[in-house]
């Protein structure tokens, strides 16, 4: 069954350092894969989405993703964090047009 | 530009009482409707997503249920709420489910 697992229920990082959120999926052919983050009490914001091509993707915010088959994973990266950036984070692949998220990640960010 | 409204932003309910919620897109034509549900510390579940007027699909078997009288309506309703329906809504759009959905702000819900 097609899936989408967030290893970390919740990260800590202090403001400036490098960020990576992990995120791996089951899926029988080439998934379409997404990341979205959501502020407190707020929808979800599309932050890049990987669909065939280039396995490194960058999104809005200093963000980006690598996708990497042999390891069923899509990361998310950035390289200096801000406090702005404390949110929640979803995975997520498109299954017969329908999006199935992980879980989610919580980032927070120490002053 | 395509837009998605969503109201109430909150709602405090009595146990057994009925529940609409309303969204609504502007901007697109024959869009693909989702209603999610994000529970604390369940992720988000899709709960019923809608491909044209009055066709809809149900994720899950549960206490509600969803409508779609207009190509950019979707509603969400349920006749007598549970406790167990607390949560926060979240409706959606896509064109293709390829270009990522698009959310609309949220319904917080309190069953009380």
């Known amino acids: 069954a097609q899936s989408v697992t967030q290893p970390d229920i919740h990260i800590t990082v202090s403001e400036g350092a490098s960020l990576e959120l992990r995120c791996n999926y089951s899926y029988g052919a080439t998934p379409y894969l997404f990341w979205y983050v959501q502020s407190p009490g707020q929808g979800l914001q599309l932050l890049l989405k990987y669909f065939s091509g280039d396995t490194l993707v960058q999104g809005i915010k200093g963000f980006e993703a690598e996708f990497k088959r042999s390891q069923s994973s899509f990361n998310l990266r950035k390289p200096s964090v801000h406090w702005s950036d404390a949110a929640e984070y979803f995975c997520a692949l498109n299954r017969d047009d329908k999006i199935i998220f992980g879980k989610g990640t919580r980032l927070h960010i120490l002053p | 530009s395509q837009t998605i409204h969503q109201w109430p932003a909150t709602l405090v309910q009595p146990v057994g009482s009925p529940l609409s919620l309303e969204c609504t897109v502007e901007?697109?034509?024959?869009?693909?409707l989702y209603w999610y549900r994000q529970a604390a510390g369940r992720g988000l579940q899709l709960l019923f997503y809608?491909?044209?007027?009055?066709?809809i699909s149900s994720e899950v078997p549960q206490n509600l249920s969803a409508s779609r009288p207009q190509d950019r309506q979707f509603i969400l309703s349920s006749k007598k709420l549970l406790l167990s329906d607390s949560g926060f809504y979240l409706c959606?759009?896509?064109?293709?489910?390829?270009?990522?959905?698009?959310f609309g702000s949220g319904t917080r819900l309190t069953v009380v």
């Open positions: 901007g697109t034509s024959n869009p693909n």
């Open positions: 809608s491909v044209g007027i009055g066709q």
């Open positions: 959606a759009w896509s064109v293709t489910g390829i270009r990522g959905y698009t």
